[in-house]
């Protein structure tokens, strides 16, 4: 079964400093990875996907993220966080072998971004 | 703009209620999803649906129920409401085939006393 890994509960970043969040994932084939950013007391907004090619991929808001297929990482930047992105981050995968996405979510990661 | 509605975004009920959550798409998705949101257990599975009245367990099905009675509306149904189940209800859509963006709704935040 797949499952996804979010390390970190809470990062607390300095406005302007980079950001990187981490997410590992279990799953016997390559599977499609999504990250989504939920604000406080809103649903959940999609910041990113990645199904093939280029390992890195490039979202919203000026966030990127990187797969690496040897680690089982698709690790979430920004090289300069904004006041704005405090925010709960979800990193999710779904399977390729279903007609659409079904997918599992990781435990969450909560920035601070402090002044 | 695609649009997921939540009806009621903030419920108090008490423990032995019927619970009705709704949550309509305007996108003609054929694929509809109910998820938990706990602080540090992440957003799990209730129930899916993939057609009108098909519906699917996800990981969490027990003390829920769902009705898909037209395409666009996707019911959540807490049959007897129970303190456990205080939580964040989040209702999503997709399309069929891969690499569709799920959609989400702003959630439904449920306290049962």
């Known amino acids: 079964a797949q499952s996804v890994t979010q390390p970190d509960i809470h990062i607390t970043v300095s406005e302007g400093a980079s950001l990187e969040l981490r997410c590992n994932y279990s799953y016997g084939a390559t599977p499609y990875l999504f990250w989504y950013v939920q604000s406080p007391g809103q649903g959940l907004q999609l910041l990113l996907k990645?199904?093939?090619?280029?390992?890195l991929v490039q979202g919203i808001k000026g966030f990127e993220a990187e797969f690496k297929r040897s680690q089982s990482s698709f690790n979430l930047r920004k090289p300069s966080v904004h006041w704005s992105d405090a925010a709960e981050y979800f990193c999710?995968?779904?399977?390729?072998?279903?007609?659409?996405?079904?997918?599992?979510f990781g435990t969450g990661t909560r920035l601070l971004v402090s002044p | 703009d695609v649009k997921v509605t939540q009806s009621s975004r903030y419920l108090v009920k008490r423990t032995g209620e019927k619970v009705f959550l709704e949550c309509v798409q305007d996108?003609?998705?054929?694929?509809m999803f109910w998820y938990r949101q706990d602080p540090g257990l992440g957003l799990r599975l209730i129930y899916f649906?993939?057609?009108?009245?098909?519906?699917e367990k996800g990981d969490i099905p027990e003390g829920y129920s769902v009705s898909r009675e037209k395409k666009e509306r996707f019911s959540l149904i807490l049959e007897s409401a129970s303190t456990n189940q205080t939580s964040m209800y989040l209702c999503?859509?997709?399309?069929?085939?891969?690499?569709?963006?799920?959609?989400f709704g702003e959630g439904s935040w449920l306290t049962v006393v």
């Open positions: 999503a859509s997709t399309g069929q085939g891969f690499g569709n963006t799920i959609y």
């Open positions: 990645y199904f093939s090619g280029d390992t």
């Open positions: 649906s993939y057609d009108v009245k098909m519906k």
């Open positions: 999710a995968v779904g399977p390729m072998t279903t007609g659409f996405q079904k997918l599992v």
């Open positions: 996108m003609d998705h054929e694929n």
